[in-house]
């Protein structure tokens, strides 16, 4: 079982950026493939991008360029460095994990998440 932490969300003006964590516990974090999938109101939750264990990483393409995934064993952590932030990106972002090769872009393919973060972007 391991059990999933993200925090850094909050406010922040267009074009800032902000660095989401996404600290695991419970269980040797190094093998597993983490998700960061966002949902906005009204939305279904969606892939933002992820990185495997091997530390090979996949994003989608509204990110691309902009977002950057990274993950530090040593801390059992993952993160999401987000630059040139735009307001469409607002949402609450969440991390997830599987121990199962690949980057899905189905949420149901996860098998821990966190309880998420909010990210709001004021243009």
């Known amino acids: 079982q391991v059990q999933l932490v993200e925090s850094g969300g909050g406010l922040v003006q267009a074009g800032g950026s902000l660095r989401l964590s996404c600290k695991a516990s419970?269980?040797?974090?190094?093998?597993?493939?983490v998700g960061w999938f966002r949902q906005a109101p009204g939305k279904t939750r969606e892939f933002v991008g992820g990185i495997r264990s091997d530390g090979s990483t996949d994003y989608a393409d509204s990110v691309k360029g902009r977002f950057a995934i990274s993950r530090d064993n040593a801390r059992d952590s993952v993160y999401l460095q987000m630059n040139s932030l735009k307001s469409e990106d607002t949402a609450v972002y969440y991390c997830a994990a599987r121990t199962l090769t690949g980057l899905p872009r189905a949420p149901g393919a996860y098998d821990y998440w966190g309880q998420g973060t909010q990210v709001t972007v004021a243009s």
């Open positions: 419970g269980r040797t974090f190094s093998g597993y493939n």
